[in-house]
Structure formats: C-alpha cells, structure tokens
Antibody, heavy 123, light 110 residues
C-alpha cells in the first residue's frame, strides 16, 4: 500500500525558512517522480514543484522559483522541500504527491497524495 | 500561468448526470493529451479520477467519464450518488515546464 507522510509544517515569520519532508513507502521510490502541491481556501490547488525519480531534473512554479528547493534521498525514501524567503501568500496546506510511471514532465498527474502539512507564514 | 476556468458550483439530484467543464487555451487543455481530474472531499487529500483526458484509474467507478472538445475538458458523473458530493479540480500541462490546476468546482448532490 502506497503511503506518503508529510512533516515539517508550522508557523514561521515572513522572510523565514522551513523544510518539509515526505516519507514514502509501499512502492519503489526511486522509480517515480514526485511533486509538492499546495492548497489554500482562496486559490484552491496550486502545483509547486516536481522532481524526477533520479533527482536529476527539477521543476518549479514561477511563484516559488528561486525561493524553494525540491530534493530527494532515494536511500531513505524521502522527498523534501526547502522553503526560504517565505511570504504570507505561501501559507497553505502542502501535499506530497506521487506521479505515475511516465517519462515526460508534460505527462505528469498525481496518483497518490499524502494528508498534507500546514504551513503558516505570519508575524 | 492563470488557473484553468471551472464553474464554481454545480448540482444535481441522485441518479441524474452532471458535467463539470474546464476551459483553458490551446497552450494547455487544448494542446496536450494530459488533462487529469481530482475529487476532494472536505478535510481529505485529492484523489485522481481521470488522467490522460479520458482514462480512469483502477478502482474509479465507470460512472465517471471525461472528454475534451477544443480547449475545454469535461468531467461527467452519471447516476449521481450522495458520496459524489465533493470538490473537483482539473489539471493540465501548460507549456514551458508549467503545470496548472483549475479553480475547482463544488458539486452538490441535492
């Protein structure tokens, strides 16, 4: 059974940093691209970032590029999101999501999701 | 990249059919065969219902179907059931290594 468990959310001041983690199990982690998706009541779902199975290719939404860094440790089956220079508009529930076995970024969809971790950026 | 356009809400009675639209452009919905749809119940994570425009993952009831015409994708739910009441989001590649969701549609089963 595929399981994705996010952690690391919390309250942080504007300009601060936070690191999210996602522990994966139930599948061969290194064979699958992974992604982070966030959600707010106002804007709904927003794709944030994705990374290929090997970690060689990373992709970012314009809203986070240059501030967020996605990475993975295939030896520990863990996906991470380092978030720097946080803004109030980054406040959201952050989901870790698994991508089906596809080879091209444009084919990406999300077949399994974690339960999410809440990030609040406020002074 | 702007979000894809979905109606804010739709409704239907049990047993009826409803269709949720997702309008984009030729640079996203209309340009690639990779539209997917997600169902989300309150307080829960989204669930994949449709991928590659029309394909249903294993375990998704065949009451859920999807199509696309030009720059508009559609999700149709036939034989509405109470448990179908949820939010639905479309999703697509939008070119230039960008992915975009629709704004979401709240389905109410009357």
């Amino acid at each position: 059974e595929v399981q994705l468990l996010e952690s690391g959310g919390g309250l942080v001041q504007p300009g601060g940093s936070l690191r999210l983690s996602c522990a994966a199990s139930g599948f061969t982690f290194s064979s699958y691209a992974m992604s982070w998706v966030r959600q707010t009541p106002e804007k709904g779902l927003e794709w944030v970032s994705a990374i290929s199975g090997s970690g060689a290719n990373t992709y970012y939404a314009d809203s986070v590029r240059g501030r967020f860094t996605i990475s993975r440790d295939n030896s520990k089956n863990t996906l991470s999101l380092q978030m720097n220079s946080l803004r109030a508009e980054d406040t959201a529930i952050y989901y870790c999501a698994k991508i089906p076995k596809v080879t091209r970024f444009l084919e990406y969809s999300f077949d399994y999701w974690g339960q999410g971790t809440l990030v609040t950026v406020s002074s | 990249q702007s979000a894809l356009t979905q109606p804010r809400s739709v409704s239907g009675s049990p047993g009826q059919s409803v269709t949720i639209s997702c309008t984009g452009t030729s640079s996203d919905v209309g340009g690639y065969d990779y539209v997917s749809w997600y169902q989300q119940h309150p307080g829960k994570a989204p669930k994949l219902m449709i991928y590659d425009v029309t394909k249903r993952p294993s375990g998704v009831p065949d009451r859920f179907s999807a199509s696309r015409s030009d720059n508009t994708a559609s999700l149709t739910i036939s034989g509405l059931q109470a448990e179908d009441e949820a939010d639905y989001y479309c999703f697509s590649y939008a070119g230039s290594y960008t992915l975009v969701f629709g704004g979401g549609t709240k389905l109410t089963v009357l």
